[in-house]
């Protein structure tokens, strides 16, 4: 069967029952006891979910059959498809996934032992149109559920056999060509969780290569708050994904009144998409600071950090030849950032078919940094990973809407 035919099929199997996937947990067991099911199996369904991976109710051995056909009949554990999985040559990975409407979104994963990013769209398509960045020129369709959310992170640790049990083997039965549950092919790592562990309920043991998930993928974050939200509560959960605040990152372009909210619901880390010091400029490429300019956005943060205190926020600053790199730009954020704990990424512009910009030379990245590393602030710059199979920052758009513009190869 045909990469293309298997991914319809997943979404035919997301769009046919509801998804206990993403779902909270209260609201799992609600519809547990709704269906005579008694509410403590919520916690063992939630595991094996979460900590064990499974896609299908007769892998959960500690669940008597009736009830597994009683669950099957009634909802689905099914992952999105995966129209295309693409690895490129620094083992960067790009997962294209279609949901039952049909939507396409990508999610990217980011090795660089001894730890592994998983960068997670929120949203199909995004509505900022910040001028860099390849997503905002596709429009924004919708926001993508929790579930939709969640799903990314489980198909990647699918592709990496991450889970108990997992072989490890490149050609293992859970991320091999014309996986049935998948609905695609990958070329990445997996394996089967076996209903005879008699652990099942520990997680591995084994370093995993997934230890940080960035929401940088498509969309606005901050304007699918409460998806977002959601999904971070799923991550963090104990019984689950077990991820750590530390290990999560929310990226945003500025959408201001949201901050602080973050904050106060999540306390991850923070990052914001800065890319100009001046309101005049950030207003032509990251045209969200008309409405919240330089001066709201940066109280934002500093009130973000007096509430998470143990976090540093992150600013992002995608090097653009001849519009923001100079040493005078330098020296402006110098005193943007007065008071603020912050770390600064030096983003090596990555190019996309069309796009009106250049990368800055090393010479001048490096010059960039230097002010800012002299007056105290962290300064690394990003490498760029994945551009061969356009999974860099600011690279990403779906393939269904590559396909009506320029033919890009993956």
């Not at 940080?212 to 509560?233: K, S």
Request: hydrophobic share 40%; net charge positive; glycine share 8%.
């Amino acid at each position: 069967m045909k990469t293309a035919e298997q991914a319809d099929n997943a979404a035919e199997k997301l769009a046919a029952k509801p998804n206990l996937v993403g779902m909270r947990r209260e609201e799992l067991t609600q519809h547990l006891v709704a269906l005579g099911i008694e509410p403590f199996r919520a916690k063992q369904i939630w595991q094996w979910i979460y900590t064990k991976g499974v896609t299908d109710f007769t892998a959960m051995s500690s669940i008597k059959k009736d009830t597994q056909a009683l669950l099957a009949e009634h909802f689905s554990i099914a992952r999105a498809g995966i129209s295309r999985n693409a690895i490129s040559f620094d083992e960067t990975q790009k997962w294209l996934l279609k949901f039952a409407d049909g939507q396409e979104v990508e999610t990217v994963f980011i090795p660089d032992a001894p730890r592994g990013t998983l960068c997670v769209s929120s949203q199909v398509g995004c509505t900022l149109s910040c001028t860099f960045c390849h997503t905002g020129t596709q429009r924004l369709v919708r926001n993508l559920t929790a579930s939709e959310i969640i799903t990314q992170l489980l198909v990647a640790r699918d592709g990496l056999g991450e889970w108990p049990g997992a072989s490890g083997d490149k050609a293992s039965a859970q991320g091999a060509k014309g996986d049935p549950r998948s609905g695609g092919v990958s070329e990445a790592k997996g394996g089967k969780p076996s209903s005879k562990d008699k652990s099942q309920w520990a997680v591995s043991t084994d370093p995993r290569q997934l230890t940080n998930i960035v929401f940088m993928g498509m969309g606005e974050p901050l304007y699918n708050y409460d998806n977002v939200i959601a999904a971070i509560e799923l991550m963090l959960d104990g019984d689950g994904l077990a991820l750590s605040r530390r290990k999560i990152t929310v990226s945003t372009s500025g959408v201001v009144p949201k901050i602080v909210p973050l904050a106060k619901d999540a306390g991850v880390n923070l990052a914001i998409s800065l890319h100009a010091v001046t309101n005049e400029l950030r207003n032509q490429i990251v045209p969200i600071n008309r409405k919240y300019p330089i001066e709201e956005l940066l109280d934002a943060c500093r009130e973000y950090h007096s509430l998470v205190p143990s976090r540093h926020i992150m600013f992002e600053y995608v090097m653009l030849n001849g519009v923001n790199d100079s040493e005078e730009d330098a020296h402006t954020l110098v005193k943007l950032l007065k008071g603020i704990p912050s770390k600064v990424n030096l983003i090596p512009f990555n190019p996309w078919p069309g796009a009106p910009y250049t990368c800055s030379s090393n010479n001048r990245i490096h010059r960039f940094g230097r002010v800012l590393m002299a007056a105290g602030i962290a300064t690394p710059i990003r490498k760029t990973r994945g551009e061969d199979i356009m999974a860099a920052c600011g690279q990403l758009k779906s393939m269904s809407e590559l396909k009506k513009g320029q033919k890009v190869k993956l």
